[in-house]
């Protein structure tokens, strides 16, 4: 079945420490996304990258990096800069470029908290 | 800039009951709008889109959502709900670059 893989489902960081969420898809879809979802605030929008070797910056991009050497993989890293890292990231992917204006499909996400 | 409101942060409904989701958003050219719902731990699912056309949409497990322009709503409709609909459910308003998402509405089902 095709669709998106996350890893690892829960992730601890230690404080100075940078830790990598990796989000692999087997759709063949064009874009990828990555989110940060917080209690009572849905998701906000972290990075997207809308063709390979080609990344923009979201809505809360700082303490975050993120590459796009392959169409299947967008990693995504939670640097030491980012001071409140603990929250619930969700990794998708939409068919075509043009995040806003076709479906975009979830993989199950990664929970990541602090030590 | 493009924004979403739930107005409703937790709603209880008996099962069996209907249930409706209020959605505004804020944009100024035609939406293209989506209702997605997750379970706890888990990703979100598709229920509906609206890209253009009849504005009353029909969506997977029984769901229904009904554009209206003149009120900036889209809200998302069940007549008869099932203990497996307790979820939260997100309204999501695109634009060609990106989607916004509104905060969520969680769903209690009573026996």
């Known amino acids: 079945d095709g669709g998106i893989t996350q890893s690892p489902k829960y992730l601890f960081r230690k404080e100075g420490q940078n830790v990598t969420l990796s989000c692999e898809q087997n759709?063949?879809?064009?874009?990828m996304y990555w989110y940060r979802q917080d209690p009572g605030q849905g998701l906000r929008l972290i990075y997207y990258?809308?063709?390979?070797?080609?990344?923009q910056k979201g809505d809360i991009a700082e303490g975050y990096s993120v590459s796009r050497e392959k169409k299947e993989s967008f990693p995504l890293t939670v640097t030491s800069a980012q001071k409140n890292p603990t929250a619930f990231y969700l990794c998708?992917?939409?068919?075509?470029?043009?995040?806003?204006?076709?479906?975009?499909?979830f993989g199950d996400g990664t929970r990541l908290s602090i030590l | 800039a493009q924004s979403v409101t739930q107005p409703d942060i937790h709603i209880t409904v008996s099962e069996g009951a209907s249930l409706e989701l209020r959605c505004n958003y804020s944009?100024?050219?035609?939406?293209?709008l989506f209702w997605y719902v997750q379970s706890p731990g888990q990703g979100l699912q598709l229920l509906l889109k609206?890209?253009?056309?009849?504005?009353l949409v029909q969506g997977i497990k029984g769901f229904e959502a009904e554009f209206k322009r003149s009120q900036s709503s889209f809200n998302l409709r069940k007549p008869s709900v099932h203990w497996s609909d307790a979820a939260e459910y997100f309204c999501?308003?695109?634009?060609?670059?990106?989607?916004?998402f509104g905060a969520g509405t969680t769903v209690t089902v009573r026996a």
């Open positions: 998708a992917s939409s068919a075509s470029r043009g995040g806003g204006n076709q479906p975009q499909h």
């Open positions: 759709l063949n879809h064009d874009a």
């Open positions: 990258s809308q063709i390979v070797n080609d990344f």
């Open positions: 944009y100024g050219a035609t939406p293209y």
């Open positions: 609206y890209f253009s056309g009849d504005t």
């Open positions: 999501a308003v695109g634009n060609d670059y990106k989607l916004s």
